[in-house]
């Protein structure tokens, strides 16, 4: 039997998935300490359904993904949106020398997945997949490059991608505490700063012509960014779509920042992240979960290779460059959480640091600004890079 879903029962299916994992979610406090999103929990269960009927020969599922990928360009516009230089700036020297270690730390990461990959035999698109795309990425990053390692022959480079993205969440949690409390007992750190004063933020009523607006400017945002998206293929490389729209909704925002324009972040917060709960659900309802069972050992091994070499770096990159005090030490446990998860396991990474040991300021502003722009302007370019150099 097979069942065909049109556009609108597709992205029904989706708001499905996604509400059945927020609920699990919400159910099973290992998902929540770890910050496992709720598309992929509802995803996965829906792609292990569709896996288990296919193998049986019960029924078979096509979807309508048109809708998938408009959603994921639009979540980048989004995400383009956060990369102020004007906020940067406030970061100074330390700031600068984060970024350039957190951005080559993506060409290593790549190196690992691309050499493991090499070891074991396998294409080394793969390697891709669980190195920068991944753990770097997220989970958001590995869907959105998958196809393109697929059609470059990498078959499952979705589902890999998405699979090393998922556990390097749970990696990103688990490593940077171990790391802090390292470096705190090597060298006897303390807290000498005080409680960060939290910025007071102008609240913005929610109405119906602000939230248009908003709405208007980011898919203004995402047509710019996709005749920047032609122009980057003038440079004779495969740059995917949504890093036009990246650049598009960077463009945007540093426009009005530079001529004192205020943005409704919040809503454009709201519209990306929307977008991005849907583009997920879409895209891990559809894995191909059997592309996953013959590379599962070569995987874990690449994976925990990862979060070695994450640990490693933290202790003695980025702990010695921001100045090996110990907000250098809190700042190394925050690299572990968004070098192999996300900034929401990085911000955890750091404040159970200072729960336990005291205040880190500088730690606490720096390194996820710092992080957050440079991870989501570079590694879609460094990421690319890897891809036309190993297709």
Partial sequence: MTISLDLIQTV???????????????????????????????????????????????????????????????????????????????????GAKLAVGAVFFLIVQNLVGVGLCSVFGLNKLLGIAMGSISMSGGVGSGASFGPTLESLGAEGGTAIGVAAATFGLLLGSITGGPVAEFLIKKYDLKSTGVEAQAEEKKVHVLDQNNFFNSVLLLLLAAFIGSYISALLKLTGLSFPYYVGCLFGGALIRNIADARGIELRMNEIDIISNTALNLFLSMALMSLNIAKLIDLALPMIITLLAQAAVMMLWAILVTFPTMGKDYDAAVMAAGHCGVGLGQTPNAVANMAAVIEKNGPAPTAWFVLPVVTVIFINICNPIIITFFINLFK
């Fill in 12 to 94: 029904g299916l989706a708001v499905l998935v996604y509400m059945l994992g927020r609920w699990i979610k919400s159910k099973v406090g290992f998902f929540r300490k770890y910050f496992i999103p709720a598309p992929v929990i509802g995803g996965l269960i829906c792609s292990i359904l569709i896996f288990i009927g296919h193998q049986t020969g019960t029924f078979e599922v096509e979807m309508t993904g048109t809708l998938q990928d408009f959603f994921m360009n639009l979540f980048f516009t989004g995400t383009g949106f956060t990369c102020s230089m004007a906020v940067l700036k406030r970061s100074g020297k330390l």
